[in-house]
Each structure stands twice: as C-alpha cells, then as structure tokens.
C-alpha cells in the first residue's frame, strides 16, 4: 500500500516514518512532506493509496487539504497534537486518527483498519469536520457509521440500541432498520457520548435512554425498549442504569 506522510515537524515526519517501517511492513513510504501544498503534488505524483495527515499545519491544515479535492481519493489518518474539538469531530465521523506522540500498537490498529475497510473522508464529513461536529451547535446531529459499502449517516436520535457480535456492531434504528458497522461497539460508543442520551448497560450493549419504556429487576434487571426489545443490564451498570433513568 502506497502512503506519503505530511507533517510540518520535521520530528514528528521521522518517527512516523521509522514506525511504520518498523511496524507496517505493507505500507510502502513514496515520500513524505513538510507542507499540505506540497503534498498536492506529491498526491497527483504518486497516487497513493495512503494519507498520514497532520491535522494543525500553517498557511493550509489538514482539513482545508482535503478540501482541494472533489472527492477525496485516498484513505486518510490523521495525525494530531491533543485538540480536544478536532478529534471530538473526528470520532463523531468514524474517521481515523492518531494522537501524538504515536504509539505503535495505535498505528498498527489503524492501518489494519485501513486495510480492512479502505474508505475516503467523504464532502459531508468534511464539511461536518469543519464546523468542528459538536452536537450543541444543532448544526449536525448525526453519526457515521462505517459499513462494506461506505458510510451510513444517521440521526443520534434514529437510534435505538447497538449490540456487539464478534467484533461488529449491529445498530438498530427506527426508520433503517437493523445496520451493520463494521466497528467494534467500543468505538461506537465514543461517538455516541457526544450524545448524553446514550448509555451502555452491558458489555454487549449501548442503549438510547430516550428509548426505554420500563425497567424489570432481577440479577442485573433488564430494559424494555420501544420496539419491545429486551436488553439485559449487567449487575456492574445496575445501580448506575437506575440512577440514570430517575434522573432522566
């Protein structure tokens, strides 16, 4: 797989190029590049497959980059300082990034999934990305759901609950049925905490609290969701799922 790296410090640039040729061994290195203009070029140059971007770079950012294109035609990881807001939008659009300094197990992760599922930053993920996707804007409302064939855009609100099964995420909606996220339900939920009406209740569960008609006691007890849906609550999350739901 071809990848160039562009990152305006010249450090950061040499780690991520030494760890990768440490760690991913079918990642390819065309060239790397201080500057997203130069990695215009380098772009049209050679075509890869493969875009390690740096989030924070003067005179043009990562975002604005990406922007250059009308559709975007390579996949994209991005490289990032801590900027609380910048991954928050990140996260709610099921886009990769890693958090600097990087870690080598998080760079093999995410190439995997690169590999796995190779999907570009679409316009409207961008265009969320740049209002920074924060859900008190009432500007974006949505989450994005990777699947084999894109992504799916749904409405936080749309969502009833998401179950975990060997490693996918299955998500069942009220108005698209039952869709598959080609995610584990960990990386789910963090999108969903940006929504405060999302809970998990159990290793296998998130469920959307504006959903539940009633809660059963028993070891752990279990919910009853709108659609009749029976979701058991592990005996960890019981008292925490009650509190929730009094206070709700």
Known sequence: MKAILVDDEENALEALAILIKKYCPVITICDKCLSAQSALALVERYQPALVFLDIEMPMMNGFAFLEKFDKVPFSVVFTTSYDQYAIRAIRMNALDYLLKPIDHKELVQAVNRVITLPLSPTREQLDLIATKGLPTDNKFNKIALPTSSGYELIPAGDILYCEVIDNFTFVS??????????RPLKEVEVQLSE????????????????????????????????????????????EMVVKRLQRN
């Open 173 to 182: 909606t009220k108005t698209k049925g039952r869709l598959i996220a080609c």
């Open 195 to 238: 929504f405060n009406h999302f809970m998990r209740v159990h290793n296998s569960w998130v469920v959307n609290l504006n959903e539940v008609e009633k809660y059963v006691r028993g070891d752990g007890g279990y919910l009853v969701m709108s659609d009749n849906k029976e979701i058991d609550v592990s005996r960890a999350k019981r």
